[in-house]
């Protein structure tokens, strides 16, 4: 069969047509001409290679191979239905709708956590696969549809992707509760004199911008460990002396204890965004899940 000569118009009329077992009727609930009707039950039959429906004491009698094609062809109808009606009525408490979002660890925390414990009362029927964020794969991914969104800083390169920013993140000092050096007047010279976790993406790095911030005062600080995660350090710093910076969202999301520093002479930040692709930014279940996302994360 060439599924070429196919399309939605002729299967919707071959259903109609099974269930009316009339062209009269089958026109009128179609909307369309007597003639019309049995023109495209022509085109049927020629596809299919049979006669689909032959004349019979009432009306007109399924052959065989119709009567093959009801149930997968009701089905197939069926599904394009729900799909065509959930991209215009999405009901988030009824819903089903898996997502697949890239982002760090830090995002996990501080905006996917959040998101999914929402997800839980507001749309329970509403699923998220969270993948590790490769920028080199970005938008391969979002074009391919592996992923379905992207929560990270924007790369301005990128002009062919949907951006819309969430919040600039800043940086915050933490370290055990009594801890001896921490207090609210620390000076970037108390700053430097701490022993420090920093975190390095790319793995192994001991330096971040903050360095170059202290080496123009004249300052160096000493890095005694390189994490590969934001994740691990708030359980770290309450069992020791050593300090972190950390993303603030990272730590209004933790269960540890921490006592916490705000650094005013440290103005280091970085942007969080949503980053999509064309392909689904129509679709409304993912415009909803979008939506839900930049309300939860609104300055």
């Known amino acids: 069969m060439d599924t070429r000569k196919l399309d939605l118009n002729l299967?919707?009329?071959?259903?109609?047509?099974?269930?009316?077992?009339n062209v009269t009727k089958a026109a009128m609930r179609l909307h369309l001409s007597q003639p019309a009707v049995s023109a495209q039950l022509n085109r049927l039959r020629q596809i299919f290679k049979d006669?689909?429906?032959?004349?019979?004491?009432?009306?007109?009698?399924p052959t065989a191979k119709a009567l093959e094609l009801i149930a997968p062809l009701r089905e197939a109808?069926?599904?394009?239905r729900y799909t065509m009606q959930s991209l215009e009525d999405f009901n988030p408490e009824s819903a089903s709708l898996t997502a697949t979002l890239a982002c760090t660890d830090y995002v996990q925390a501080a905006v996917v956590m959040p998101l999914v414990l929402t997800l839980q009362n507001m749309?329970?029927?509403?699923?998220?696969?969270?993948?590790?964020?490769?920028p080199n794969q970005l938008e391969q991914q979002l074009m391919e549809g592996t992923v379905d969104a992207v929560i990270a800083t924007p790369d301005k390169?990128?002009?062919?992707?949907?951006?819309?920013?969430?919040?600039?993140e800043t940086y915050v000092l933490i370290g055990r509760l009594g801890h001896p050096d921490l207090n609210d007047t620390m000076t970037m010279n108390d700053f430097a004199k701490q022993q420090h976790i920093i975190v390095s993406t790319s793995g192994g790095g001991f330096t971040t911008?903050?360095?170059?911030?202290?080496?123009?005062?004249?300052?160096?600080?000493?890095v005694v460990m390189s994490a590969a995660s934001?994740?691990?350090?708030?359980?770290?710093?309450?069992?020791?002396?050593?300090?972190?910076?950390?993303?603030?969202?990272?730590i209004q999301e933790s269960f540890t204890p921490l006592r916490v520093v705000e650094l005013p002479w440290l103005k280091e930040d970085f942007e969080v965004s949503l980053i999509w692709?064309?392909?689904?930014?129509?679709?409304?279940?993912?415009?909803?899940?979008?939506?839900?996302?930049?309300r939860l994360n609104a300055a």
């Open 157 to 168: 390169v990128q002009t062919n992707l949907r951006v819309h920013h969430l919040f600039y």
């Open 77 to 80: 109808l069926e599904k394009i």
């Open 51 to 61: 006669p689909l429906l032959i004349p019979g004491r009432r009306g007109m009698t």
């Open 277 to 294: 692709h064309e392909r689904s930014h129509g679709h409304i279940g993912y415009r909803w899940l979008r939506d839900l996302i930049i």
């Open 230 to 250: 934001f994740l691990t350090i708030p359980g770290i710093v309450s069992r020791s002396d050593l300090v972190a910076l950390v993303p603030r969202r990272l």
């Open 123 to 134: 749309a329970p029927g509403v699923r998220i696969a969270v993948r590790n964020y490769d």
């Open 11 to 21: 299967l919707l009329t071959l259903e109609t047509l099974l269930a009316e077992q």
């Open 209 to 222: 911008p903050v360095d170059t911030v202290l080496a123009a005062s004249g300052f160096q600080r000493k």
